[in-house]
C-alpha cells in the first residue's frame, strides 16, 4: 500500500509537469580503492561554468552581513562555478565531493535573517562543506547540531534556485540532503548511488523499485524525465564490475553518465524545461583530480590537486572557460591566480 502510494503521487506530479528540469549524479564504487562520481549538468539556457581551485586558510562568510556563519578553510578544493557567483559542485583534497542538483519540490528553513539563526547563501553551501569537513560522517554530525537557513537569488529570467545535495567521501558513503517543508531529512548510505531531480527520495526509490521488478534486462524507461534518469543509472551502475581497474572503471562511469545524458540542441516545442546536457564532470575521490567536460568540446580536461599547492598562503586559482573547446588533458598548467569568484549572495 505504502508503494502504491509513492507512486501514485509520483504520477500525479509527473502529470502536472513531465519534463523536470534535469540533472543527474551517479557513484561508481570499485574494490580496487576506485570512487568515481560522475554528474552531468542539464539547463535549458548556458549556464558559463569556470573552474576554481582554493587552497586552504581562506577566510570567507556564507552571507554580507546579518546572521552568518564564518570560517577559515581546513581543506583545499576545486570548485565549479556558475555564473563566476555560485558553486555548483566541488572536491576537496580530502577525496569528499558535493553536487547539488535542482529539486523542484524543495521548500527551505525560512531564512528572515531576524533572529540569531545564522543564514547559508546558496552560492556558499557547497564551499563550506568542502572546507570544513573530510568525510560524510563529519557532515552528517554537524548537520544533526545546527540549524541555519538558506537563501538564494533567481537565476536565469528568474528561476528560484531549488536544490537538494549529495555528499560522497572515500568510504563510498554518500549523504543526501534534501528539504521538504522546511525540514533538512538526511539519507545516508552506500546505497544512495543515484540522485537525480523530483521527486524526493522515498517517492523516487518507489518507482525504481517497481522497475527492478520488471527488471532492467528486459526493460527500461527511456525518457528524460528525473524518474526515468533515475532507475537506468540505478540498473546500469548496480550491472557493471566493481573488479575493474581505473582505466575500466573511468569507461564504465563515463558510459553510464552517457545513458543519462540529455543530447545537445534536443527541445521539444512548448516544452521550455526540457534541458540539454551541457556538461558532464567525473570527480576520482581517491586520486583528486577532476575530470570535465563541455558538451560541445572536443575531449574531457581534468584538474590534478594533487600537483598543486592547496596549503594556506597559496593562491587562488581560475580556469576561464569561456573558449573551452580545445581545452583537453591536464589543464593545471591553464590555471591562472585570481581574487576568487564574487558570490551571487
Known amino acids: 500500500m505504502k508503494l502504491f502510494k509513492y507512486l501514485l503521487a509520483a504520477l500525479i506530479m509527473f502529470s502536472t509537469n513531465l519534463f523536470g528540469d534535469a540533472c543527474s549524479r551517479v557513484v561508481y564504487l570499485g574494490k580496487n580503492n576506485i570512487a568515481l562520481v560522475g554528474r552531468t549538468l542539464d ?45 555548483t559542485e566541488g572536491m576537496n583534497d580530502q577525496g ?28 556558499m553551501i557547497v564551499s563550506y562543506f568542502l572546507d570544513n569537513f573530510a568525510t560524510v560522517y563529519e557532515v552528517e554530525t554537524w548537520l544533526k547540531a545546527n540549524e541555519f537557513g538558506i537563501f538564494g537569488k533567481t537565476f536565469d529570467g528568474g528561476t528560484v534556485s531549488l536544490l537538494h545535495w549529495a555528499l560522497t567521501d572515500r568510504t563510498g558513503t554518500t549523504l543526501v540532503m534534501e528539504y521538504v517543508d522546511g525540514n533538512l531529512t538526511l539519507y545516508k548510505g552506500e546505497q544512495y548511488r543515484v540522485l537525480t531531480n523530483d521527486p524526493a527520495i522515498p517517492q523516487m526509490t518507489a518507482i525504481n523499485t517497481y522497475w527492478e521488478g520488471i527488471g532492467g534486462v528486459n526493460m527500461l524507461p527511456g525518457t528524460v524525465r528525473s524518474a526515468d534518469r533515475f532507475v537506468r543509472a540505478s540498473f546500469f551502475i548496480h550491472h557493471v564490475p566493481d573488479t575493474f581497474e581505473y582505466q575500466e572503471a573511468f569507461g564504465a562511469i563515463s558510459s553510464v553518465m552517457g545513458t543519462v545524458s540529455v543530447p545537445y540542441g534536443y527541445e521539444i516545442e512548448g516544452e521550455p524545461n526540457v534541458s540539454s546536457t551541457q556538461w558532464t564532470s567525473i570527480a576520482d575521490l581517491f586520486n583528486g583530480k577532476y575530470y570535465f567536460r563541455f558538451a560541445d568540446s572536443f575531449g574531457n580536461f581534468w584538474i590534478d590537486l594533487g600537483r598543486l599547492r592547496l596549503n594556506p598562503g597559496a593562491p587562488i586559482l581560475k580556469l576561464d572557460t569561456s573558449d573551452h573547446t580545445a581545452i583537453m588533458g591536464c589543464a593545471n598548467d591553464k590555471l591562472k591566480k585570481t581574487e576568487g569568484f564574487t558570490p551571487m549572495w
Open 43 to 87: 539547463w535549458r539556457t548556458p549556464i558559463p561554468t569556470n573552474i576554481y581551485v582554493y587552497p586552504a586558510g581562506i577566510n570567507k562568510q556564507s552571507m554580507p552581513s546579518g546572521p552568518m556563519l564564518t570560517w577559515t578553510s581546513k581543506y583545499g578544493s576545486v570548485l565549479a562555478v556558475g555564473y563566476d557567483g555560485g558553486v
Open 96 to 123: 569528499l565531493v558535493m553536487n547539488g542538483l535542482f529539486c523542484k519540490g524543495s521548500i527551505y528553513k525560512e531564512a528572515t535573517g531576524t533572529d540569531n539563526t545564522p543564514v547559508m547563501s546558496l552560492s
